[in-house]
């Protein structure tokens, strides 16, 4: 799955990533308007005029790091656990800006786009901020 996802999106396949959210019912939990599918409030933050966000490049940036098992989840990036070093703040370096990453690190809290997809290979959470 996280391969399948990486491939979606960066080849910006909306479609894709929906479908794949959806492949085992409509589980991906993702902030934001809980009215509106996943990929079009993606698709609308990439598109801000003012401030567009690298949500798609975000999302495979952090599929690219380490991840770690909780339960019956995987979960990217190693920085979301409970207890992440310094080491695993320092991996989202040109992911964030650094003066967010160093925020995060002195306040122990991630808040940058986690990933979780589950043992058997559903994509489960794919959530930003707090």
Same mark, same amino acid.
């Given at each position: 799955?996280?391969?399948?996802?990486?491939?979606?999106?960066?080849?910006? =396949?909306?479609?894709?990533? &929906?479908?794949?959210?959806?492949? !085992?019912?409509?589980?991906?939990?993702?902030?934001?308007?809980?009215? &509106?599918?996943? +990929?079009?409030?993606?698709?609308? &933050?990439?598109?801000? !005029?003012?401030?567009?966000?690298?949500?798609?490049? #975000?999302?495979?940036?952090?599929?690219?790091?380490?991840? %770690?098992?909780?339960?019956?989840? %995987?979960?990217?990036? +190693?920085?979301? #656990?409970?207890?992440? +070093? =310094?080491?695993?703040?320092?991996?989202?370096?040109?992911? %964030?800006? =650094?003066?967010?990453?160093?925020?995060? #690190? !002195?306040? !122990?809290? %991630?808040?940058?786009? #986690?990933?979780?997809?589950?043992?058997?290979?559903?994509?489960?959470?794919?959530?930003?901020?707090?």
């Amino acid at each position: 799955m996280r391969e399948r996802i990486i491939k979606a999106a960066v080849a910006c =396949d909306y479609a894709g990533l &929906q479908k794949l959210g959806d492949e !085992k019912g409509p589980s991906v939990r993702f902030s934001y308007d809980p009215d &509106q599918d996943m +990929t079009t409030t993606w698709r609308i &933050q990439e598109e801000w !005029k003012d401030s567009p966000q690298p949500v798609l490049a #975000r999302l495979v940036h952090v599929l690219n790091l380490p991840f %770690y098992q909780e339960g019956n989840l %995987y979960w990217w990036p +190693t920085a979301f #656990r409970e207890g992440a +070093t =310094d080491a695993d703040f320092a991996l989202l370096k040109g992911i %964030y800006p =650094d003066s967010m990453i160093d925020d995060m #690190r !002195k306040e !122990k809290s %991630y808040i940058g786009m #986690r990933v979780g997809i589950s043992v058997d290979g559903d994509w489960q959470a794919a959530i930003q901020g707090d």
